[in-house]
């Protein structure tokens, strides 16, 4: 009985030391809870007031209604900015609050670790800036964007240039330059699922920037790409790919497109470079549904050096996936 009991304290230690495996959507914290409110019922009325105030572990609870600000800086690690969809107090505003950005730059950056906005609406950035709503820096790893609707910038809405962030069911749309999301140069490990983009120059871009995983989005009515990958290794599983002008194109080897739905895009997909005899070296396309059930292998037309190659799905899906986002 003895043996039993001291065996059964050894596993439950081992069980509580093993790491878990799974993508990490929600950071917690441990210090104070600030309060924002637009018509002044909380501890301050501007978020950039509230970022100036937080230190590492704090949440900020910004609560509904719109803020008129841009350039805001997040510089403290490990904070929450928190969207309430509903009214602190007085007055009668509902729904997500909506960070407002008055067409004047970038709305948000990013240059502190660990840190989450989730639960706003984020509009209007602008500037000839490369991302006009939320970017982050280098450094700025592990943080998350999840549950906000970001739309409206005049070039990209969403850029990344950190590691190990989580980018997850957000509506992104409507940006007249450039992309929904953008992963740029030597940015790895990041998480792009169950978002929708839409109606954007391109929906997804990756440059140079690999092992990252994009899964689960629905990407539609974009004029360019739905999905762009240049110079990246990344796997894109999963996705709903759908009016489009090219759903995707790819720009380097080694990429895996496994079990997506191309529906009604323009051209489903195309690639430059790969060798058209060695397709497990290459891309490996595979399981993806492309507009009608197929039995035979897809071809997926490219290039190299100009010298026209195929690459093919050799197993494409009878049916569609059924992709919820």
Not at 34 to 60: C, F, M, Q, R, W
Not at 281 to 287: E, M
Request: glycine share 12%; hydrophobic share 35%.
């Amino acid at each position: 009985m003895k043996k039993l009991l001291v065996s059964g304290v050894i596993l439950l230690f081992i069980g509580l030391s093993i790491p878990s495996t799974g993508t990490m959507v929600e950071q917690t914290t441990t210090g104070d809870v600030i309060t924002v409110d637009d018509e002044g019922d909380g501890d301050y009325t501007s978020i950039k007031e509230a970022l100036n105030n937080a230190n590492p572990g704090d949440t900020i609870e910004v609560y509904s209604g719109t803020y008129y600000e841009f350039d805001i800086d997040i510089e403290t690690e490990e904070i929450i900015l928190k969207g309430v969809p509903y009214e602190l107090g007085n007055g009668n505003d509902t729904g997500k609050p909506l960070i407002h950005g008055q067409g004047n730059g970038k709305v948000i950056t990013i240059w502190a670790q660990g840190f989450t906005i989730t639960g706003f609406r984020i509009e209007n950035g602008g500037g000839t800036i490369a991302c006009g709503i939320i970017g982050t820096r280098r450094g700025a790893n592990n943080c998350i964007l999840s549950n906000n609707d970001i739309s409206h910038a005049i070039t990209g809405c969403v850029g990344i240039i950190s590691n190990n962030n989580s980018i997850i069911n957000n509506n992104i749309s409507h940006s007249t330059m450039r992309q929904g999301i953008a992963l740029g140069e030597q940015c790895r490990n990041n998480t792009i699922s169950g978002n929708v983009i839409s109606d954007c120059d391109t929906g997804i871009l990756a440059w140079d920037s690999n092992h990252n995983t994009i899964t689960g989005n629905k990407i539609m009515r974009c004029r360019d790409f739905g999905i762009d990958i240049t110079g990246s290794f990344n796997k894109i599983i999963g996705n709903h790919i759908e009016s489009n002008d090219i759903g995707v194109q790819i720009w380097n080897f080694f990429n895996q497109i496994k079990r997506n739905n191309f529906i009604d895009n323009n051209n489903p997909a195309q690639f430059i470079y790969g060798l058209p005899l060695l397709q497990r070296l290459t891309n490996i396309w595979f399981g993806n549904y492309w507009d009608r059930p197929r039995l035979l292998p897809y071809p997926i037309p490219g290039a190299l050096i100009l010298i026209p190659i195929i690459q093919f799905d050799w197993r494409p899906a009878l049916l569609p996936y059924d992709i919820e986002v």
